[in-house]
């Protein structure tokens, strides 16, 4: 019996493999299985190939397992596409198509079982033809002792509004390929769980919308753009249902534009994009910071540059998010670390935005953001913070840019009485008035930069894994965290003293956190997705990486760090064997 299961359905933009993958996630879901299910496409805009990955587990997962269990292939063509990225486990089970061979460097593995079944023909036999992904969840719902009660029910739901036919021809199409999967000579494949408390099935993206939803967003304004179209497509449904407003724009620079403008007249905006919306973007984040009006962006990372890898995760839009823009531009800038994140970092994001009147950027990246996890329904909770609204008393003689302390001065909506205003994107002195004086510039830009201080006094979010004493600590930040974590726990188990620091905060950093690890940590190891190294030269401008014990690991996206990887790179570091790496200079 198995502990955990991954499984990979692999087939072309009909065959309905991602489909499959959904309805299998969300029955595992409901019995209480912990779940992380990926996708991934062609490059096609439309139509081409595809494959699901889903990982079961009845303990917690961090990420995508380093080799897959079961294969499921209807077209061993499509397969090929993904070869570099779907790695078949030594003993793994690969059903498949008995039309299409098994490729020989595939079926001449002496540890695989390799069994042709004829999906497409036993579907049309039971009035189903196209219903062979539907059938493959039969079989593998028999192998390896998945919940087929809760497959039934998960197909019923999915196809609820399909006719009664359809229904009843899928429910058949299941139970011939349980029949199918029953007559296999595979050996115990089953998993071993025990069932428990339903969970919630969540993408990242849909946790990020839920969570701007939750903190109080009641506008939204953004252009289609993979991969956090996600994002728009849930608050076109969800915000007009609560009172909200969501709009698509022409394109990114209408909607950061559209997000200011509704922040200004005292709602809470925000939009979501990629790295090229980013990049168009980038202007008006100026004026964000230089009005003090709040705005939320969510930036889901994929590769670049230019269009780049639209389907791909990469963590390459980490200097454009924390330097990106014209002249001395404050701004906050959270990472979160999973789908249950991509919740709370989004409430935060609104919460920052709004204390501290700056424009504040999410910035996630495709692995979490299209991948679905499971989570506990009463995770979703976070506190909420209101923008400082100024008091009758201080519309008195009202200062719009009044130099304070924090450097927050309160706010006024359109239509206060005496709240009445100029604001532009020019310099201006504390009423809002056009200066282009040295004296006033240099005390504007210690206002505007200064919120940054008390942001990073109060807001020190960041997660730290492993001894507080350790002979290697990693430092990562994003989708890498999961990798590293269950690494974390491998190493351990083979006595290796190993740590990680995952900033949650990236601009500011929680930089005496940040030091205090370094200094606990006899070798830093930098991880990242991303040619340039991108966190690690960041990292050199913020804080101390000590000569002579700081390594670093980087390489372009477009395939998910390994946990493997990132044992191999660690023992670069510890153990003399496997010494390749140069020291830093």
């Given at each position: 019996m198995k502990q955990q299961l991954t499984l990979s359905i692999v087939g072309s933009g009909g065959d309905g493999a991602v489909a499959a993958g959904d309805i299998l996630s969300m029955a595992c879901a409901r019995q209480g299985l912990h779940i992380i299910k990926t996708e991934a496409y062609g490059p096609?805009?439309?139509?081409?190939?595809?494959?699901?990955?889903?990982?079961?587990?009845?303990?917690?997962?961090?990420?995508?397992?380093?080799?897959?269990?079961?294969?499921?292939?209807?077209?061993?063509?499509?397969f090929a596409r993904f070869r570099n990225e779907l790695v078949i486990g030594p003993e793994a089970v690969v059903l498949h198509d008995s039309d299409d061979p098994a490729p020989d460097e595939i079926a001449s593995h002496p540890g695989r079982k390799i069994v042709g079944i004829p999906f497409a023909k036993l579907a049309k036999e039971v009035g189903a033809p196209n219903g062979k992904n539907i059938l493959s969840l039969g079989v593998v719902s028999a192998v390896f002792g998945l919940p087929a009660d809760a497959i039934r029910n998960a197909l019923k739901n999915r196809f609820k509004k399909k006719t009664a036919a359809v229904v009843e021809a899928n429910l058949k199409a299941f139970e011939a390929g349980l029949t199918a999967g029953a007559a296999l000579s595979v050996g115990d494949q089953r998993l071993q769980y025990t069932p428990g408390t339903p969970m919630l099935l969540m993408a990242g993206n849909e946790a990020s919308a839920v969570g701007a939803v939750d903190a109080g967003c009641r506008f939204f304004a953004g252009y289609p753009i993979t991969p956090s179209s996600e994002i728009l497509h849930f608050m076109s449904e969800w915000l007009p249902r609560i009172g909200g407003t969501c709009l698509q724009t022409e394109d990114e620079l209408a909607?950061?534009?559209?997000?200011?403008?509704?922040?200004?007249?005292?709602?809470?905006?925000?939009?979501?994009?990629?790295?090229?919306?980013?990049?168009?973007?980038?202007e008006m984040l100026g004026l964000s910071a230089m009005a003090e009006i709040?705005?939320?962006?969510?930036?889901?990372?994929?590769?670049?540059?230019?269009?780049?890898?639209?389907?791909?995760?990469?963590?390459?839009d980490l200097m454009h998010a924390v330097y990106g823009g014209h002249g001395d531009m404050p701004r906050a800038v959270i990472a979160p670390v999973d789908v249950e994140d991509s919740y709370h970092a989004t409430v935060e994001a609104f919460n920052i935005a709004e204390e501290f009147q700056m424009p504040v950027i999410v910035l996630t990246d495709q692995s979490i953001a299209q991948r679905r996890e499971t989570l506990a329904a009463d995770s979703l909770v976070h506190e909420v913070v209101d923008r400082r609204i100024a008091t009758p008393e201080e519309l008195n003689e009202y200062r719009r840019y009044r130099l304070t302390a924090t450097g927050v001065s309160p706010m006024a909506i359109p239509g206060m009485p005496g709240g009445m205003y100029q604001t532009n994107g020019l310099e201006h002195d504390e009423q809002g008035r056009p200066s282009s004086m040295f004296v006033m510039h240099e005390k504007m830009n210690a206002k505007r930069y200064s919120k940054l201080d008390a942001l990073a006094k109060k807001y020190r979010l960041f997660r730290r894994?492993?001894?507080?004493?350790?002979?290697?600590?990693?430092?990562?930040?994003?989708?890498?965290?999961?990798?590293?974590?269950?690494?974390?726990?491998?190493?351990?188990?083979?006595?290796?003293?190993?740590?990680?620091?995952?900033?949650?905060l990236i601009m500011p950093l929680p930089a005496a956190d940040l030091e205090k690890f370094i200094s606990d940590c006899d070798q830093i190891l930098v991880l990242e997705l991303t040619y340039a190294a991108q966190l690690y030269q960041y990292l050199r401008a913020q804080v101390d990486l000590p000569r002579g014990k700081t390594h670093k690991f980087s390489r372009s996206g477009g395939r998910s760090l390994g946990i493997n990887e990132v044992i191999e790179q660690v023992k670069r570091v510890l153990v003399p064997s496997h010494q390749v790496e140069e020291v830093l200079a």
């Open positions: 096609q805009i439309r139509g081409g190939e595809s494959s699901c990955t889903v990982r079961m587990s009845s303990s917690p997962i961090y990420a995508q397992a380093d080799a897959i269990d079961a294969l499921v292939v209807f077209s061993w063509a499509d909607a950061i534009g559209a997000v200011v403008g509704g922040s200004f007249a005292g709602v809470k905006s925000m939009t979501s994009t990629s790295g090229p919306g980013l990049s168009l973007m980038s709040p705005a939320v962006v969510v930036n889901v990372q994929r590769g670049g540059p230019s269009t780049g890898l639209p389907t791909k995760s990469e963590q390459s894994y492993g001894p507080e004493k350790a002979d290697l600590g990693i430092i990562c930040y994003g989708s890498s965290m999961g990798p590293v974590r269950e690494a974390l726990d491998q190493l351990a188990a083979e006595g290796l003293r190993v740590a990680a620091f995952v900033p949650r």
